[in-house]
T-cell receptor
Framework: ETGVTQSPTHLIKTRGQQVTLRCSSQ?????VSWYQQALGQGPQFIFQ???????GRGNFPPRFSGLQFPNYSSELNVNALELDDSALYLC?????????????FGPGTRLTVL | AQKVTQAQTEISVVEKEDVTLDCVYE???????LFWYKQPPSGELVFLIR??????QNEISGRYSWNFQKSTSSFNFTITASQVVDSAVYFC????????????FGKGTRLHILP
């Protein structure tokens, strides 16, 4: 059974640029959630996708957007990057909606915005 | 409002000592889930445990044990006979049923196990 994978591992961008981060969910999982973890903080919920539709969103501006594909993999897109977007971005997958299913996390993508 | 508080920012203990990580949560829901995750230096969040709000039984898994007390809104985590490999940041988290499935994390406790 393959776990959650994310790419790239590290990324450096400059302010104003756009970035796309990718996530492959664990086998058998159809729900993907994205979190942003700033240095020294706990992860913050960005949004969740279930069967290609956004299911919920945290307190993040519209320049954070996402997609989920038919194979349940997902992308996180961030436009007009700001310095404060520098963080570890974590993707988590679960078998279905509902808190009854545990979310399993990938290794994350560390984004640095200069 | 939902909130998870981990008052201990950083803890250092000598190997083989027992250590307890505190977690206090706030929620208005009667149905919710509590979690502990471990984050080693590699960055990946490793799932340790999930408990639902209706199950207050304490749980033991090897050297790990969890104490859930609804009366004090606490979900504390104890490592017995700590080992250097236990060094990591530990996060307590809360998820409320029917709240977008989002997990609310505490700020984490950084645990150093000294050889």
């Amino acid at each position: 059974e393959t776990g959650v994978t994310q790419s790239p591992t590290h990324l450096i961008k400059t302010r104003g640029q756009q970035v796309t981060l990718r996530c492959s969910s664990q086998s058998g999982h159809n729900t993907v959630s994205w979190y942003q973890q700033a240095l020294g903080q706990g992860p913050q919920f960005i949004f969740q996708y279930y069967r290609e539709e956004e299911n919920g969103r945290g307190n993040f501006p519209p320049r954070f957007s996402g997609l989920q594909f038919p194979n349940y993999s997902s992308e996180l897109n961030v436009n007009a990057l700001e310095l404060d977007d520098s963080a570890l971005y974590l993707c988590a997958s679960s078998m279905s909606l509902g808190s009854t299913d545990t979310q399993y996390f990938g290794p994350g993508t560390r984004l640095t915005v200069l | 409002a939902q909130k998870v508080t981990q008052a201990q920012t950083e803890i250092s203990v000598v190997e083989k000592e027992d250590v307890t990580l505190d977690c206090v949560y706030e929620t208005r829901d009667t149905t919710y889930y509590l979690f502990w995750y471990k984050q080693p230096p590699s960055g990946e969040l490793v799932f340790l445990i999930r408990r639902n709000s209706f199950d207050e039984q304490n749980e033991i898994s090897g050297r790990y044990s969890w104490n859930f007390q609804k009366s004090t809104s606490s979900f504390n985590f104890t490592i017995t006979a700590s080992q250097v490999v236990d060094s990591a940041v530990y996060f307590c988290a809360l998820s409320e049923l029917n709240r977008d499935d989002k997990i609310i994390f505490g700020k984490g406790t950084r645990l150093h196990i000294l050889p």
